[in-house]
């Protein structure tokens, strides 16, 4: 087995077969902790990681934390991928090749916790198929990292988007949220035009905004936090 080479700032948990990487770093959360640990399913057919860390403040500052994961795990994926096809981002946790859905990002933490408070733990994951269905075209609204050119393992892209979230957490605390910000709205699906949503119980309608500088979510003219999404849409 060939291990991801990652960054001192984190520890390897390698898991085998169809385990959930991020029930399994929810569960280290939930026991004993370990900021920083990134979990990793060893399958040559998905792509499919966890990575939990401990803030060390509130949930809205923390969803600036997750805004940044989406960006970082774009860059790593568009760094695989064909160029040819930029990326862009569904709200909430969708990334799209070609307007189709790429890969899907993943976010759990102790939901009883206010936005105003700070979370015990928080986990991001990532979730892509790396080769063709069985039966190619069953899913047309789905891209797997083979159609969209990748020839590297997946071991690759869990360096990868380790080494970019790295990247993008230091140029935040250099530069500010500003700079996650505009990429993010950047490759924001639709943004500017008309559109709705419906999450759960949220529904809004309008104008296609993005991010404010508070890392809300705005579409016409409503403002959506990460804690407002669903737990059922993340997980």
Same mark, same amino acid.
């Given at each position: 087995m !060939?291990?991801?080479?990652?960054?001192?700032?984190y520890d390897l948990v390698v898991l085998e077969g169809e385990r959930d990487p991020v029930a399994r770093a929810c569960a280290l959360a939930r026991d004993r902790g370990s900021d920083g640990t990134l !979990?990793?399913? %060893?399958?040559?057919?998905? @792509?499919?990681?966890?990575? @939990?860390?401990?803030?060390?403040a509130d949930l809205r500052t923390t969803a600036l934390d997750w805004h940044t994961f989406?960006?970082?795990?774009? %860059?790593?994926l568009a760094g695989l991928t064909l160029a040819?096809?930029? #990326?862009h981002f569904r709200f909430p946790n969708r990334v799209l090749f070609d307007g189709c859905e790429l890969a899907r990002l993943r976010c759990v933490w102790?939901?009883?916790? +206010?936005?105003? *408070? =700070?979370?015990?733990?928080i986990v991001f994951g990532l979730e892509a198929e790396m080769q063709e269905p069985a039966e190619p075209g069953a899913q047309p609204?789905?891209?797997? #990292?083979?159609?969209?050119?990748?020839?590297?393992?997946?071991?690759?892209? !869990? *360096?990868?988007?380790?080494?970019?979230?790295l990247y993008w957490l230091q140029r935040r605390d250099a530069?500010?949220?500003?700079? !996650?910000?505009?990429?993010?709205?950047?490759?924001?699906?639709?943004?500017?035009?008309?559109?709705s949503l419906r999450l759960g119980g949220i529904e809004a309608a309008g104008v296609i905004e993005g991010l404010d500088?508070?890392? #809300?979510? =705005?579409?016409?003219?409503? +403002?959506?936090?990460?804690? %407002?999404?669903?737990?059922?849409? @993340?997980?």
């Open positions: !060939v291990k991801p080479q990652l960054p001192s700032a !979990v990793w399913a %060893d399958r040559p057919d998905r @792509l499919s990681l966890a990575l @939990l860390l401990e803030p060390d989406t960006v970082a795990a774009q %860059d790593a040819a096809y930029p #990326l102790p939901r009883r916790t +206010a936005p105003c *408070e =700070r979370p015990a733990w609204e789905r891209m797997t #990292l083979a159609g969209a050119g990748a020839e590297a393992p997946p071991v690759a892209f !869990v *360096e990868a988007i380790a080494r970019q979230f530069v500010g949220f500003e700079g !996650v910000r505009r990429i993010w709205n950047h490759r924001l699906e639709r943004r500017g035009e008309l559109g500088a508070e890392g #809300l979510f =705005r579409i016409g003219g409503q +403002a959506i936090g990460l804690w %407002d999404i669903p737990e059922e849409i @993340l997980a």
